[in-house]
């Protein structure tokens, strides 16, 4: 039995009240709208809040349905009387409705109030449809919502000409009359009230979120109303040193290259080159030159021009000039995250892309408040003797590592093997990427991450309470599963032992049914481990010998879920996880409930006849979904390993939700969430990290056997 302290209790209780608050907002009576807008600025580059906010921004009209009928939405124009009728039904506690609502919201906020003078709105005053269809695994955009649910009204496909007519500058920067387009300008109209009419659909169609996910939606359009606060002047200064750096690398590649190119920016010219040189590669893609630069065969020549063209090339420093048309007039990033943008309910990016800024590479060591000012100066001189310095200090401490090792395993000190980071005066500017991100004046940062939360929620969900222990006894799983690979005693290991990255490779890839190839290639591009066949099909083996729990759950998952397909009327279930076909007009879905009551959809599902890894016949699940290499709808299959991935993620992010509205309740500002981070930029005598971490980790009912933990940190810029 879970036994919570006062401040859990009391968010707690605070959350329930919540939830019953929601729960009479989503049966009040609604009103969808659109608007219509134009601006000099680009909205797909500087996102809602900053286009809203912009002086040329303004209405060029709004549709809306007061009674919920197509035929009688109104079109509202800024010269003609305000719509009485609709601020009479939000007076009475009617809700707004539209898709990507907070664009609707900006405009609202930014552009209605001030100029027009309309009554004020929150963000628990509008609900999405978009997150409606993600909630289901549906296309978030109103022309594919309305194909792929087979809805009666669709999005006009003329609009995308009509919008570049009226609602950008032409190319004397001004904007077109109407007056001088009239009859584009009547089609302009109908499609406005199109897009109304096609979101009404939607949102008769599709179910309401629950309250608990409805009131994470509203969090995340909190968080994203706040934004996180930039430090501009170290953005400045990055960008300008990362163009004289650049310059120089492409001095040096081009001497190199002796006029067989210009800049490294020409790839096919550095692709030939290096053929020429003797290293032919099938493409110039950064996965492809990583796996290359880790070999051992590669012509010193050929290894020094593919470094130019990685450093010269990394999109990591273009961040620093894209975050800067993004902040506002409040000196902050808005709209930063995508509420359930997975089919798991994880977030999202947008924008600055917080979720995918490069992994820093500098010494853990490292004083970031200190490399920033050293950037501000603007001296590539200083920045190139940091680089250097921090080079020396990471030798010596990679040194006094090694050597403890191996006095620990009672093995011979060889100084060949020790590897620590070279200079790089590029990488020093990219690793800073996270320190950008800070907070105003006399506030502070928290952040707290779980531990190992996947794997943690994979064994509770395989119903594994021997290896849960594990972590009840607060050992490190990664180490313990590397002992077992390398058969090497854990006392002889430790966090900073060689043998524990494939130890933690092993635990998060191996768990949803991946095979020593795929583990290999795995293994090499993406945590940069060369490991052999044999080593590989060894972990594959270790792991699933020792967590049989584990395969059983994905062979049971995917037996029900293909059940629940073949019989549609049927509900199947296994270890608290239900499937279940439901319709929603034409469009099928099975539905995946998870412990939470959470559901994870995945539209018009099939059973087909194929063949396994041995070649023989077996019944495949598959449904329609977005393919992630080529970003379009088609059909997918899916089996027993990603369902269970798709489960666990999904538990763990349910867990996190639970745990952020417990501190957005209890007061601190949340911001962003990372992965499996959580941030707040709070007053600096406000809370603590021990209760910011407590409230995190507070468990749900449904999940109170779970043993999790975070580790946090307090501090005025965000870091990993």
Known sequence: MTIHKPQQVEAINKLCFALKKTSKI??????????????????????????????????????????????????????????MGL?????????????????????????????????????????????????????SGLEEAAEVTQVDHKKNPAGKKLIKLFCMPNKHGEFNQPEYYPLEWENFCDYCVDDTNAELALDKLLPDLSPIEQEIAWLTDRMNWRGIYIDKTACKAAEKLGAQLRKIYNKQAADMAQGAFEKCTQREKVKVWLMENGLPLPDMQ??????????????????????LYKITGATAIAKFTKVQVMIAKDGRIHELLNYHKARTGRWGGKGFQIHNLMRPVLPKHTDYEEVLQIIKTGSLEKLEELATRLSLEDKVYQIKKAKEIAKLRDIYYVHADTKWWHANPMQVLTSCLRAIISVALDKQMRCADY??????????????????????????????????IYNIPLRMLNKESDERPLGKETILGAGYGMGHVKFRTRCDEVAGIKISEDLAQRSIRTYRNRFPKVTQLWRELEKAAIKAVRFPSLATKYNGIKFKVKRYGKMPILMCRLPSGHTLGYPYPKVIIGEDNYGKEVPKLTYQGYDSYTNQWTTLDTYGGKLCENVVQAIARDLMAFGMLLLDITGYNLIMTVHDETVSEDDEEFGSLEEFETLLCTLPGWGSTLPITSEGWTGVRYRK
């Open 26 to 83: 989503l049966s009040t009576d609604r009103v969808v709208i659109d608007f219509e807008t134009k601006c000099e600025l680009d909205l797909k580059k500087v996102g809602a809040y900053v286009y809203s906010e912009h002086e040329s921004c303004d209405v060029l009209m709004m549709s809306y349905s007061l009674t919920g009928k197509p035929e009688n939405t109104k079109l509202w124009f800024p010269d003609s009387k305000p719509p």
């Open 451 to 484: 531990s190992a939360i996947e794997a943690r929620v994979l064994l509770w969900q395989a119903g594994d309470e021997k290896a849960l222990d594990i972590f009840r006894r607060g050992e490190d799983i990664y180490l313990d599963m590397a002992s077992s």
């Open 87 to 139: 601020f009479t039904l939000l007076a009475s506690g009617t809700k707004l409705v539209a898709l990507n609502s907070y664009f609707e919201y900006c405009i609202w906020k930014h552009v209605c109030v001030p100029k027009y003078d309309w009554p004020d709105i929150e963000l628990t005053d509008i609900l999405d449809v978009a997150d409606k269809c993600k909630a289901l695994a549906l296309p």
């Open 286 to 307: 950064g996965k492809t030159i990583d796996v290359v630069l880790r070999r051992d065969d590669v012509p010193i020549k050929c290894r020094k021009m593919l470094e």
